[in-house]
């Protein structure tokens, strides 16, 4: 092989390597990209019969519709009380049921959401369904009790010793 050859077969080598380190970092970005975009990697998540109805149109249209299973509602995953169908009624239209069975409030805490939601985002006015879903409410998404102890007072601190 002549000096020459050596040369070009080097330098083939040479590119060859970096059309593959250029293609790996487009990858690379690639990825990191939809990770930013997409960080709970949602699209390859199964998606689940609760995940898809969410909105009040198509739950009304569902056969299980007031489907009810091991003291659940299949389609919203609100929890079995009495008032249940008014809230499923009235809280899924907008937004998912998830963002309400998420949260833990008082009885006043989720009349300022509602009013909240009237003043704010076209929340309809409820009229004697308030009361019946702020009672559903306070029953079943109530504050958790304190979960966590107290924080300590009065530590006496002591140097450490070296
Ligand atoms: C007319 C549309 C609409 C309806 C109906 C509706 N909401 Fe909302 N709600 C909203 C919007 C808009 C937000 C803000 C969503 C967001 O931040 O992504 C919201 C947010 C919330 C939040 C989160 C508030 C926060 O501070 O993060 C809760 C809880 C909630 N709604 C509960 C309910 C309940 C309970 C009902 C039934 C009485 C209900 N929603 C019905 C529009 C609505």
Redesign the pocket.
């Known amino acids: 092989m002549s000096k020459e050859d050596k040369f070009n077969e080097a330098a083939q080598q040479i590119r060859r390597l970096s059309v593959a380190m250029f293609a790996l970092f487009i990858a690379l970005a690639a990825i990191l990209i939809y990770v930013m975009a997409d960080p709970n990697l949602s699209a390859l998540q199964p998606t689940t019969e609760a995940d898809l109805v969410v909105r009040n149109d198509t739950l009304l249209d569902s056969p299980d519709y007031e489907k009810i299973e091991n003291g659940v509602h299949v389609l919203t995953g609100f929890v079995e009380g009495e008032g249940l169908m008014t809230?499923v009624n009235?809280?899924?239209?907008?937004?998912s049921a998830k963002?309400?069975t998420q949260?833990r409030?008082t009885a006043d805490g989720?009349r300022a959401?509602?009013d909240?939601?009237q003043e704010t985002?076209?929340?309809?006015d409820?009229g004697a369904n308030?009361e019946i879903?702020v009672a559903y409410?306070a029953k079943f998404y109530a504050p958790e009790a304190q979960g966590r102890r107290q924080n300590l007072t009065n530590i006496e601190w002591y140097e450490l010793k070296d």
């Not at 009235?90 to 937004?95: G, I, K, L, M, Q």
């Not at 985002?121 to 309809?124: P, Y």
């Open positions: 809230v009235n809280c899924t239209n907008c937004h963002l309400v949260n409030m989720w959401t509602i909240w939601m985002q076209n929340l309809w409820l308030e879903i409410l």
